[in-house]
């Protein structure tokens, strides 16, 4: 069965760090782009990053680049994708989500995703 887990949200100061991580299994998502997006209360959810299935591309919502990192790690039965944030500023507090896409294909809107985690809060305080 298809398992999707996040970890690591928390709360912060403006400026400080959280590392989030997801495994995902029951699924060849070693050969599934991969991604992260959020959602505030009342709003839908906003694309933050994606990694491609090998690593070699990465995409960035403009509002986090130089900021947060989406590595990934494909083990042999589960697939552990990071969102690595600095520099976190109040208006990314957010529910943030991992989700994985049926297909090798980048993608940078919440429909281009067909599996979901729970979500983990991440809040930064100012």
């Known amino acids: 069965q298809v398992q999707v887990v996040e970890s690591g949200g928390g709360l912060v100061q403006a400026g400080g760090s959280l590392r989030l991580s997801c495994a995902a299994s029951g699924r060849a998502f070693s050969s599934r782009t991969m991604g992260w997006l959020r959602q505030a209360p009342g709003k839908g959810r906003e694309f933050v990053a994606a990694?491609?299935?090998?690593?070699?591309?990465?995409?960035?919502a403009d509002s986090v680049k130089g900021r947060f990192t989406i590595p990934r790690d494909n083990g042999k039965n589960t697939v552990t994708v990071y969102l690595q944030t600095t520099s976190l500023k109040p208006e990314d507090t957010d529910v943030y989500y991992c989700?994985?896409?049926?297909?090798?294909?980048?993608?940078?809107?919440?429909?281009?995703?067909?599996?979901w985690g729970q979500g983990t809060q991440v809040t930064a305080s100012s």
């Open positions: 990694i491609s299935w090998n690593g070699g591309r990465r995409e960035y």
């Open positions: 989700a994985a896409r049926d297909t090798p294909i980048m993608g940078v809107r919440a429909g281009d995703y067909v599996y």
